[in-house]
């Protein structure tokens, strides 16, 4: 499973309640501070809540957002 610290600069990781369809950005650089460089995706799943119908759920998106400092710019093809 993919590590937290592989991730942070380069992508953005979305936790998403499908009961009340709520996503929302996880600070990753917060994650890697509380957790530590090893933590993994599947170690944050368990403990996701939703801020809003208290719902659990595991459900994660990772978003390639390109390197840090630059401006992230999304493009939907069909």
């Known amino acids: 499973m993919q590590r937290l610290a ?10 998403v309640c499908p009961p009340c369809g709520r996503m929302e950005s996880l ?3 917060e994650l ?3 957790f ?27 978003v390639y957002v ?3 400092g630059r401006p992230v710019v999304f493009q939907y093809r069909r």
């Open 6 to 15: 592989e991730l942070h600069g380069s992508f953005r990781v979305y936790a």
């Open 27 to 29: 600070p990753l650089g």
């Open 32 to 34: 890697l501070e509380r």
């Open 36 to 62: 530590g460089p090893a933590v993994t995706l599947a170690d944050i799943r368990p403990r996701l809540r939703c801020k809003v119908c208290g719902e659990r759920s595991s459900e994660l998106r990772v």
């Open 66 to 68: 390109g390197p840090e």
